[in-house]
């Protein structure tokens, strides 16, 4: 079985290009007709839905380190962002609840599901539902007014 797709980068205008690797020629976008035997291919597949974001993926990385680079920084010194990290590494979920609810209460003396909502997608475990329900079932944080929690 061969891979039937692949991905170069155009020579002339540097984008990176989804190809069908049995072809001889592809025209990129920018008019330039190239010849696949003189590029190199980065990556293979079979899927076209891993072809596109594979693209995808070798533009953002080509289109400048730059601009990932200060999306990094300035998420870097999103609280939530911080708390997420500081988390992360927590292995056991309570502690590790506990954690984002200590945290939330110094940042915002009050914080919500909405709060709790932000720093659990980006860890990606427990829902925010669930934080809250865990960590009021143990009596590590309390409710201060209707939606609004607090560390104890
Ligand atoms: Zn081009």
């Known amino acids: 079985m061969t891979l039937k797709y692949g991905v170069m980068v155009c020579p002339k205008c540097g984008m990176a290009k989804?190809?069908?690797?049995?072809?001889k020629t592809t025209t990129c976008q920018c008019g330039r007709e190239i010849v696949m035997s003189r590029v190199k291919i980065m990556f293979l597949?079979?899927?076209p839905l891993e072809l596109a974001d594979s693209v995808a993926?070798?533009?953002?990385?080509?289109?400048?380190?730059?601009?990932?680079?200060?999306?990094?920084?300035?998420r870097k010194k999103d609280p939530y962002f911080r708390i997420a990290e500081r988390a992360k590494p927590i292995k056991d979920p309570i502690e590790r609840m506990r954690v984002i609810a200590r945290e939330l209460t110094e940042l915002k003396s009050g914080f919500s599901l909405e709060d709790v909502r932000k720093v659990a997608a980006?860890?990606?475990?427990?829902?925010p539902e669930d934080i809250i329900a865990r960590l009021q079932e143990h009596n590590?944080?309390?409710?201060?007014?209707?939606?609004?929690?607090?560390?104890v």
């Open 45 to 47: 597949t079979d899927s």
């Open 57 to 74: 993926k070798a533009n953002a990385s080509l289109r400048g380190g730059e601009q990932l680079l200060t999306e990094k920084k300035s």
């Open 140 to 151: 590590l944080i309390y409710e201060t007014e209707e939606g609004t929690y607090k560390a």
């Open 18 to 23: 989804g190809i069908e690797s049995n072809k």
């Open 122 to 127: 980006m860890l990606g475990k427990d829902s």
